[in-house]
Each structure stands twice: as structure tokens, then as C-alpha cells.
């Protein structure tokens, strides 16, 4: 059925009380949540975190042909050590930079041996 550009559009069978309108919403406009660095521990499955780098190591040997680095990564709640082995560590450490901002998801969260030893967050 043709209509005229300036006719009102027929709606059918809409219930008493529900809107016809509709919104448009742009994509991808939903803020991502970041959890707090203090709040990481093995139990969380799904977590993302933002933070600084900071404190980047050199990329030294651990075994044969596999080298890891690490670094802190820092928000206004706490610092954690981030650690990278095989190529995940030759990949990374030409991309991280002491101060500029990186997120994390999904990585293994293991506790620490020595909790009283603590990564130095650089002051920013």
C-alpha cells in the first residue's frame, strides 16, 4: 500500500499503554564499567581494568628461547604487577609505555607469595 509523504504511517494492533515511538540510539555509546585494581582477586571471572603503566622491568630470559617482562598498572585504587612470558612478552614490551593508559581483561589473577612486598607506583 502506497502512501502520501505527509500521512500519518498505520500502526496495528498496539496494545493500550505501549509506546509507538521509537528512539534512536547511537551505537557503541554505553561507557564500558572498569572494575577498581583493588578489587581483583582469582574468584572474578569476567573483569576488565584501566590503568597507568608504570615501573616497566627489562625483558630478560626465564627459560631457553622464552623471556618475560613485567610492569604495574595503576588507578586511583591500588597497583598491580602485571606479568608477561613467551611471545605475549615479545609482543608487548615495544608497546608499553611508562605512564600512558592501558586496559586488562581476562588474565589470570594469582595471588601474590609476598603480599607485604608491593609494586612502587611511580607519582604521575
Do not use: H
Request: hydrophobic share 30%.
Amino acid at each position: 500500500m502506497l502512501r502520501d509523504s505527509d500521512s500519518e504511517p498505520e500502526i496495528e494492533n498496539v496494545q493500550p499503554g505501549c509506546s509507538t515511538q521509537t528512539e534512536t540510539v547511537p551505537m557503541n555509546t554505553a561507557q564500558p564499567t572498569f572494575e577498581r585494581i583493588k578489587n581483583i582477586n582469582p574468584q572474578l571471572n569476567k573483569w576488565k581494568i584501566k590503568g597507568r603503566a608504570s615501573r616497566i622491568s627489562r625483558l630478560f630470559p626465564i627459560k631457553e628461547n622464552k623471556r618475560m617482562f613485567f610492569f604495574g598498572l595503576q588507578d586511583d585504587s591500588g597497583t598491580i604487577k602485571v606479568k608477561t612470558f613467551g611471545e605475549d612478552a615479545e609482543k608487548f614490551y615495544q608497546v608499553v609505555q611508562e605512564g600512558e593508559l592501558y586496559t586488562l581483561q581476562f588474565a589470570k589473577v594469582v595471588p601474590t607469595a609476598n603480599p607485604t612486598r608491593k609494586v612502587k607506583a611511580s607519582n604521575m
